[in-house]
Every structure is written in C-alpha cells, then in structure tokens.
C-alpha cells in the first residue's frame, strides 16, 4: 500500500525503509478504508500534497481528517437510531390506547364539561331524524 502511494511522486524512488516504516505504522493506525483511500493516485493524499514527497505528518493529518468525516457519519446514524427507538414505544400504542391517554390528560388537567378557557364543550350531535334534515329534502 506504501509503494501505491508513494508511486504518484517521481521523486521517491531513493526512499528509505524508515520512512516507508513509517507510513505504514502510520497507516495501521487508521480503519482500513481511510488507508486505502489515502493511497488513491486520484482521491487520496497525492491530490493535496505538493512537496517532493508526503511527510509522515502528512499521511497522519490526511487520514485525521478522513477518519472524522467517517466518524460524523456514524454519530448522525446512531443518533437517528436512538430517535427512532425512542420514539418507537409511543408508536407502537393502538388507537383505543392512544385515545386513553389523551382521555386520561384532558381528565387531569380540565374538569367534564369544560375547555382549556374554561368553557363548557360545543360538540356536535347527529341529527336523530334523518328524513327531517333540510339537506336531504333538497337533494331529492
């Protein structure tokens, strides 16, 4: 993997077995997917680096780098996870399960009969005699 990255620079060919051992204790250091994409001729630390030669400093800031986008990506997943799983239980009740709830509140915090201002409830009731609505007369 060494020799991939270092093969983008004509000038590395009088390398020394230290500085290629030390890339590669450099590299070890990363998941195996940052290492790789750093020795990329095209994608990797040769598109940035405009020295003769890649320092170690180098190779390590590229891959620092890299590894923290990755990093960010896994933070972001685990975060939707746990979202989901905690919403997951509120999600999972049943309708008539939800309507107690929401009964059991609206009984707790506003006395029968009464809205949140303290007025009394204006609900709507079925006509009981169908035949005598004007609506249906007109639409016969």
């Not at 290629?20 to 001729?41: K, N, Q, T, W």
């Not at 890299?66 to 509120?90: P, Q, S, V």
Request: net charge positive.
């Amino acid at each position: 993997m060494v020799a991939r990255l270092l093969s983008v620079w004509p000038n590395a060919t009088d390398v020394s077995k230290e500085y290629i051992g030390g890339i590669a204790a450099v590299l070890r250091e990363y998941p195996r997917i940052v290492a790789y994409r750093c020795c990329d001729p095209v994608h990797g630390l040769a598109r940035e680096c405009k020295f003769p030669r890649p320092l170690i400093s180098d190779v390590a800031a590229w891959c620092d780098r890299e590894r923290a986008g990755m990093y960010r990506i896994i933070d972001r997943d685990d975060l939707d996870r746990r979202t989901i799983e905690g919403r997951r239980g509120k999600e999972m009740l049943s309708a008539d399960e939800r309507r107690a709830e929401v009964a059991a509140v609206l009984k707790k915090y506003w006395p029968a009969g009464q809205t949140p201002a303290g007025e009394p409830k204006k609900t709507w009731q079925p006509p009981t005699d169908l035949t005598a609505s004007p609506s249906l007369k007109a639409a016969e």
